[in-house]
């Protein structure tokens, strides 16, 4: 989850504007607060553990060249900027930055509605796990539409011997060989997984948030608590799918040639069974520490600084009714 700068500066202004026609009742208003300021949980996510996902992603490759054969997740990465330079970790970033800033603004506005509106229906406005996931679901939906073109430039960057000089390079290479398709190769793999992902994601914190936070205040511990056993729970069990939408982002050569598959891998079912025929059921569970290490701080904080400014945004608005108020009351009639 990451956004450019200038666009979570926009999004922390919008949203101390919209805010103006909310309500006062405080708790309550921090829990409905729309969702614009989150976009600001991503980019300190991002610059914190983009050198986790390079890991996670070539600790997943099936035919891994010998030199970049890791054993642990450190060692992954004590290698790699040995022998590849210590900027080699952040290889893709700026792809990831460039896709994010719509995506989440999608992601988290969608989210907020959908959780509100079928919590309205289902619970009569309170919490439910069923409005949790659906939410979650669709807002994923929305989300890698846009995200999973720089999804497969990002891990085509950060494969071990890429041959990628840059983002445009990349970009360029991969639509005269292989057309715009690829881009989207992997995106029925990466909605199996993501949508599942988050469900499991959303219920798990809720369900914490109920059990840790029932009043739902502002209580840092709480939602970096949940956010780490929700990104830890939903990273495990989507694990298998997460390897599949790798190889087929990747389109790994040497693993392709084993398996005797000829031209570009496609569809989620082949990549189950390529996965399969190369590795048998370890194979799918490849990179699961370093996925579930990544999750969990990165959740932790996504949660944390999100639901910092739900209630940073909420007392500023508190604070401007006051202020409107005590004017008012002055004010002749």
């Not at 666009?7 to 909310?22: C, F, I, K, Y």
């Not at 210590?86 to 896709?99: A, E, F, K």
Request: hydrophobic share 40%; net charge neutral.
């Amino acid at each position: 989850m990451e956004l450019r700068t200038e666009t979570v500066l926009a999004s922390l202004e919008m949203s101390e504007v919209e805010s103006d026609g909310g309500s006062s009742e405080g708790d309550e208003d921090y829990e409905s607060l729309p969702a614009h300021a989150s976009l600001g949980t991503h980019l300190l996510t991002l610059l914190t553990h983009h050198d986790l996902d390079i890991r996670n992603t070539r600790m997943q490759s099936l035919q891994p060249d010998p030199k970049a054969q890791y054993r642990s997740v450190y060692s992954a990465l004590k290698r790699i900027v040995r022998t590849e330079g210590l900027l080699r970790p952040l290889r893709g970033l700026n792809i990831t930055v460039l896709g994010a800033g719509p995506a989440h603004a999608l992601y988290f506005t969608c989210y907020e509605q959908i959780k509100r509106s079928l919590s309205d229906v289902i619970q009569n406005g309170g919490n439910s796990h069923i409005a949790n996931g659906v939410a979650g679901s669709v807002a994923t939906v929305l989300h890698d539409a846009f995200m999973n073109p720089a999804e497969v430039v990002k891990q085509r960057m950060q494969m071990y011997n890429s041959p990628y000089r840059s983002l445009y390079d990349c970009v360029l290479t991969v639509s005269r060989k292989e057309g715009l398709a690829a881009f989207y190769r992997s995106y029925s793999t990466q909605l199996t997984m993501n949508i599942p992902f988050q469900a499991v994601h959303f219920i798990t914190y809720e369900f914490m948030q109920e059990h840790f936070n029932p009043q739902r205040q502002y209580r840092p511990e709480t939602h970096i608590l949940s956010g780490a056993a929700a990104g830890a729970v939903s990273a495990a069990l989507t694990t298998p799918l997460d390897v599949c939408k790798t190889l087929l982002n990747t389109q790994e050569n040497v693993a392709l040639s084993s398996a005797h598959v000829s031209g570009h891998l496609s569809g989620m079912v082949n990549a189950l069974r390529t996965v399969y025929r190369l590795g048998g059921v370890p194979a799918f569970f490849k990179g699961a520490r370093a996925r579930v290490i990544y999750q969990m701080p990165s959740t932790a904080i996504a949660w944390s600084v999100y639901e910092f400014f739900k209630y940073f945004l909420t007392q500023q608005e508190l604070h401007i009714q006051e202020l409107r108020r005590d004017a008012h009351r002055a004010s002749p009639t």
